[in-house]
């Protein structure tokens, strides 16, 4: 007998339909007289938390016993997963001798749901093979099957994945008790981790460098060259800088130039080659759907999850790699005919019997896991009528992505022309293609952030120079605006998690988080920006994530020099782990490693002075005029969330204002006084009488804010 352990029920019923036929269904898995074919829900086991493991963690308002620290945390099974864990346990013990198959998804997440049901069932099976499904379709799921090899070769596999689920329970779980009972008292708990904490801190730096971005005009200065009667372009190439600071300082160096005929210092031309891009990886697929159509990572994720689980038209979703083995392109070349959409692509690629690119093909000894995601060449067109519009759309990006790696790369010719006059030089530069290839086929860029302006976009023009010389007939100024940073969208976002080096400043700590692929993995980087939105550290506004007050405060509360919210933790975590896999590091040295973490951070922790109403949420109506920091409307007053400026609501009540509005404390905190008068009433008058208010910060005061009132002046004669 083989029993057969998938992560999903879907794919339970996937391998049984690829391997047997003619089996029951039971109470939680299928049969016959061969194999058993049963299921996790995912993660069955949980680890326990600390206050179920001793009364003492309880009470978040006790810091004596934090951080904690255990080398073996205790399973437990979920409670809507008891049933299905019931069954499998019955099985294993049912059938000791049988062989029992890990077919958990193809990951280290994977392999720690199998061992977890494993370790926590108490059976002891004699003969454990692993089968890594890189595609589910059934030719993938038979040859993952045929190839499946003893469970113990994947040990340190297992290993790194308890370290990750320890790591993140210790470092977590002590980091959120310790900044909830320093920032807030412990009347709010308060959610740290080593990989979401440095994701909000790049949002809320973001926050800060566009409202500290300051705007100043500059200007750029221009050649007009009238050459075989078109006219070109050419930019300044300023020695000093790339830009004039005044109008008045380029008129006059523009003066000293003057037009007429310039000398031809530099015209080169050659010829180029653009290869197709690389393919998707989970993560560059969310980008490219987030950008082009607005789906959320975790929509896009769930979406490639069902591709493959229920469709079979997609590989393995949560791949890291944007390549393919060369098993796999060999595969891909006999079966593209068989894909039902880009028919006229397809037959161009089938006509002239074209491989895929060399530069999408892993090397030899450099096959990983995964594939790239990549179709599964279902010729079967009734399958994809059953899609919604977004599976669809998604189904035919990596469709697409695919198929173009097959084209050629694209030709053309680069030219580059410097020109010189009175010492002055001007560049202009422009690309033609002679043979588009797959740029025929590919969407056009969704915007125009990292184009060069300076580059001719007119794919005809070319630059004919006679004798060396050409003929200025003008010079125009443009004037530039800086526009400040964009706020984050999921698809930035996710590139900067991916890729956060520019978040590091030593050469070596950039190299690292390189290696181990930036911050969060393919499968998680979607559901750390889930749990952002539903704890209230962030909150979405369109395309923006933005901040909020709570997430502003927790990152401005985190000393500095606490690793938990850099980067820079998350490349050394998952350098040991890494490490771990490879057997030169233990997971006891690495908890041992986090222990050492949650002590620094409760003695840094401890020096902070943090006020809990900092992380409530709330309305932030301007900057402060005196930090920078958040003017917010709270219950009783408008304050700001870093220093003492604030304003109370109902300073005026006893003159017959109820409260002072949002648009009057905003224009006191901006402008220091209102801009429409507003009627207080005094004891010696009977009548109200119409007055400015006026606001003054006055730090060395008793009562630094000042809030007063400004009569209106009447004019004479009146």
Not at 58 to 67: A, F, K
Not at 202 to 217: G, K, L, P
């Amino acid at each position: 007998m083989i029993i057969i352990l998938a992560e999903k029920p879907d794919m339970a019923r996937k391998i049984m339909s690829s391997l047997t036929n003619n089996c029951q269904k039971f109470d939680g898995y299928y049969s016959n007289k061969e194999y058993i074919f049963t299921y996790a829900l995912g993660h069955l086991t949980t680890l326990v938390m600390p206050d179920k493991l001793n009364c003492i963690y309880v009470n978040w308002g006790d810091i004596s016993q934090i951080p904690f620290h255990f080398e073996n945390i205790p399973l437990m099974i979920k409670d809507d997963a008891k049933d299905q864990f019931h069954n499998i346990k019955t099985l294993l013990y049912k059938f000791p001798n049988a062989e029992l198959v890990n077919a958990c998804d193809a990951d280290a997440e994977g392999e720690l749901i199998f061992r977890n049901i494993l370790q926590v069932s108490g059976a002891k099976p004699k003969n454990i093979t692993r089968m890594w499904i890189n595609s589910a379709t059934p030719e993938g799921i038979k040859q993952a099957f045929d190839q499946r090899k003893p469970s113990y070769l994947y040990d340190n596999i297992g290993k790194r994945a308890k370290g990750r689920s320890y790591g993140d329970y210790l470092i977590g779980l002590n980091a959120s008790r310790i900044a909830s009972y320093y920032f807030t008292q412990a009347k709010m708990k308060l959610s740290v981790g080593r990989v979401q904490t440095p994701t909000l801190k790049m949002i809320v730096d973001r926050e800060n460098e566009i409202a500290n971005f300051s705007s100043v005009e500059h200007f750029n200065l221009y050649a007009i060259v009238l050459n075989n009667g078109k006219s070109y372009k050419f930019k300044y190439l300023n020695k000093d800088k790339s830009y004039f600071d005044s109008h008045e300082e380029l008129v006059k160096f523009a003066r000293s130039v003057g037009i007429g005929t310039a000398d031809v210092i530099k015209n080169e031309l050659e010829n180029f080659k653009e290869d197709p891009p690389m393919l998707f990886s989970l993560s560059d697929l969310q980008i490219e759907m987030n950008k082009r159509h607005g789906m959320t990572a975790q929509e896009v994720l769930n979406i490639c999850q069902t591709l493959y689980e229920k469709y079979n038209l997609t590989t393995y979703p949560r791949t890291d790699e944007t390549r393919v083995s060369e098993e796999f392109a060999l595969l891909a070349k006999k079966k593209i005919k068989n894909l039902s959409i880009f028919k006229d692509a397809v037959n161009e690629i089938v006509a002239n019997n074209w491989s895929i690119s060399d530069k999408v093909l892993m090397d030899g000894g450099d096959v990983g896991s995964h594939e790239a995601l990549s179709p599964t060449f279902i010729s079967d067109e009734t399958v994809l009528l059953k899609l919604s519009q977004k599976e669809r759309t998604v189904y035919e990006a990596i469709t697409k992505r695919f198929i173009i790696s097959f084209y050629p790369s694209a030709e053309g010719q680069k030219q580059k022309v410097v020109i010189s006059k009175n010492d002055a030089e001007f560049s202009w530069s422009s690309k033609v293609y002679t043979n588009k290839s797959f740029l025929k086929i590919l969407d056009p860029e969704i915007n125009d952030e990292d184009k060069n302006e300076d580059i001719e976009p007119d794919a005809e023009i070319t630059l004919n120079v006679v004798d060396g010389k050409v003929q200025i007939t003008d010079l125009q100024a443009k004037k530039i605006k800086p526009k400040p940073p964009a706020h984050f969208s999921e698809a930035t976002l996710i590139a900067s998690m991916k890729n956060p080096s520019k978040y590091l400043d030593e050469e070596e700590d950039k190299k690292l988080i390189k290696k181990v692929e930036g911050i969060g993995t393919e499968a998680t980087r979607a559901g750390i920006i889930e749990n952002l939105k539903k704890i209230q550290f962030i909150e979405v506004k369109g395309k923006k994530i933005l901040p909020t007050q709570k997430g502003i405060s927790l990152i401005n509360s985190i000393p500095n020099n606490c690793m938990i919210k850099s980067v820079k933790m998350t490349a050394q975590f998952e350098s040991k782990l890494a490490q771990i896999e490879k057997g030169n590091y233990t997971v006891e040295e690495f908890l041992n490693d986090c222990k050492e973490s949650s002590i620094n951070f409760k003695n840094e922790c401890s020096k902070v002075v943090a006020k809990s109403e900092n992380f409530i949420n709330q309305k932030v109506i301007c900057k402060c005029p005196v930090c920078g920091g958040n003017v917010c409307d709270t219950k009783f007053s408008y304050r700001c969330n870093k220093c003492d400026v604030k304003i109370s609501k109902d300073r005026f009540k006893e003159y017959g204002k109820d409260n002072i509005t949002i648009k009057e404390a905003k224009e006191l905190f901006t402008a220091g006084k209102t801009k429409e008068p507003c009627k207080l009433t005094f004891k010696k008058n009977k009548e109200p009488v119409e007055c400015y208010l006026v606001y003054e910060h006055l730090p060395d005061s008793q009562y630094s804010n000042s809030l007063k009132f400004e009569f209106i002046k009447k004019k004479k004669g009146r």
